[in-house]
């Protein structure tokens, strides 16, 4: 048998007989048949099955198709956004984004962009920390809007601050961003003064750490809270296929080679809701790598206040350029500060300008094409970044022996954290 590839294109000659197959997000287009393997992030489908990252990368790879997905329903839906909006003056209402782990992040992501662009008070709020100190929350003399992002809208913390909410608000609102439509938050908590629009179903995965579950939250959440601007979004959703084809086709080979660096752990940086994505980098390369390979996280500008020092180790350095050139002078500067300062550290950007725009000191960049739709939402670029860096974790944890599909047992670190024992008082 004779196999080689072409991008994402291989041509298999088993006993004479040419087999083709090109995968793009996990679809086949199988010329003839017989004894043809899917390729995922670069790996053929039964490596990743016998090192148990199978369904890790196929969850990654098929994000795009998804987001295309969900746009297009939330703009079927905009007459029941739109009338969800106008029962109530959103202007004057306080606005909490609760979650926890990836799901508060990626509110904390969508936080920023409600406050810069559409002017809202709005806060992220931990449902970890809610649920300890609800009354600083809620006995306030205004309206809240309280939206809940999660994956399984079962989590006992992520039930509880519904419920505390329901309880204590004398104008409570309820906005659900969850990944399945079966959850004890919808089955139990829904009532004629909560927006629900149901994600695609291939959005919750089954692998354990969260791939769609992070970058499909925020999106849904941006998309409705701007939906006078959903065709931004429904654009977005085009030519973010493209720029995943080229990802997962021409910039796969580098990401393998910086995971097979004799790094010990990762430290990641950025700004404003790229800091966010930082945090989330930490919480991926922990999760996927079971511990194995730690991580931390900054800002672009807090980083050369001591937490730069990390570098004096071998780490692997993320720095995530803002796709806004002001902003990016910062993160520019910072990642060109560490490239050469002679450091134990591997650095490694990703950005939307051209290596000469932002004369980059650094062997690895990962350069993205900066479409007019970035420009108008750069929080957009969190999403394209995020499979750059879901990717490369996978290979790490692939590189380390442990299965990124299921990196900890189910007694120690379950899917669903369903551990949290509520106390009322």
């Known amino acids: 048998m004779t196999s080689y590839s072409i991008g994402k294109l291989r041509k ?10 090109l995968t793009c997000w ?43 997905e969900l746009v297009q329903q939330v703009k079927e839906n905009t007459t029941k956004i739109e009338s969800f909006f106008n029962d109530f003056d959103l202007n004057n209402t306080k606005i909490y984004l609760v979650g926890a782990g990836s799901s508060a992040l990626a509110a904390s992501i969508v936080e920023n962009t409600l406050k810069k662009n559409l002017n809202l008070d709005v806060e992220t709020v931990y449902s970890t920390k809610l649920i300890l100190q609800p009354e600083v929350y809620f006995n306030i003399d205004q309206p809240i809007l309280m939206v809940s992002f999660g994956s399984s ?25 969850l990944c399945v439509d079966n959850g004890i938050l919808v089955n139990e ?60 086709k021409n910039k796969m080979s ?18 404003l809701e790229f800091e ?29 206040h001591g937490p730069k020092l990390i570098m004096n180790s071998p780490v692997l350095c993320m720095h995530y350029l803002y796709p806004d050139m002001y902003v990016s002078n910062y993160d520019i500067d910072m990642m060109n500060e560490v490239a050469t300062d002679r450091l134990k550290g591997i650095v490694v950007g990703i950005g939307f300008h051209t290596p000469k725009e932002c004369d980059v000191q650094t062997k690895y960049y990962f350069q993205l094409k900066k479409e007019e739709v970035i420009n108008y939402h750069p929080v957009l670029g969190v999403l394209l970044y995020a499979l750059i860096m879901q990717s490369l974790i996978v290979h790490i944890s692939l590189k380390h022996g442990v299965k990124a599909d299921w990196p900890s047992t189910d007694d120690q670190v379950p899917k669903v954290a369903n551990r949290v024992k509520i106390y009322t008082k």
């Open 153 to 177: 809208g079962s989590t006992p913390e992520s039930v509880e601050a519904v419920r505390l909410a329901q309880a204590m608000c004398k104008d409570l609102k309820q906005m659900f961003v």
């Open 26 to 68: 996990g679809k086949l287009d199988v010329r003839t048949t017989g004894g043809i393997s899917m390729e995922y992030l670069g790996l053929d489908e039964t490596v990743l099955k016998e090192k148990g990252g199978y369904f890790a990368a196929t969850e990654i790879e098929r994000q795009p198709q998804l987001w295309k």
């Open 276 to 304: 966010h994505l930082a945090a989330e980098t930490a919480l991926k390369a922990v999760e996927l790598t079971g511990g194995k390979f730690l991580s931390n996280f900054n800002s672009s500008i807090e980083y050369r």
């Open 189 to 248: 908590y829904m009532n004629d003064k909560t927006l629900y629009i149901p994600l695609p179903k291939n959005t919750k995965g089954k692998s354990f750490a969260a791939t769609a579950e992070f970058t499909c939250l925020i999106l849904q959440a941006l998309a409705i809270f701007d939906i006078k601007h959903i065709d931004d979004y429904i654009e977005f959703g085009h030519i973010a296929q493209g720029q995943a084809s080229d990802i997962f």
């Open 254 to 271: 580098m990401i393998q080679e910086i995971a097979s660096l004799d790094t010990i752990s990762m430290t990641t940086v950025g700004s």
């Open 12 to 21: 298999t000659i088993i006993g004479g007989v040419l087999l083709t197959k």
